[in-house]
């Protein structure tokens, strides 16, 4: 992820941004299928980042990582992505949960 572009930018400009995306968007409406789609590129790139950090513990293992660090910074990706699929995986459980008890 490369966040070089982002140097100096203000919460207002990621705003204005947001709101112009918002303004431009054609469908404002979220179809399940949507939904579904960002939920199974989540879970994709949790997965393409799990294994990333176990390539770089093989890496450092066998002695071929030249910096510890690059280890530790997958790790950390791996876990936060993981961290964010869990969470999702828990409200999407909870709104099913949520459904289901309602009353028709």
Known sequence: MDVSILTGVTRADYMDVVSQQTLLSDDTERTFDSVLSSALGI??????????????????????ADNPHDMQ????KAL?????????????????????????
């Open 43 to 64: 879970l994709n790139e949790t997965n393409s980042l799990q294994n990333s950090a176990a390539s770089e513990k093989i890496k450092f293992a066998l002695g071929k």
């Open 80 to 104: 936060s992505a993981l961290q964010y699929t869990t969470a999702v995986r828990d409200k999407a459980l909870e709104a099913y949960k949520e459904i289901m008890n309602m009353q028709i």
């Open 73 to 76: 910074i997958a790790e950390a």
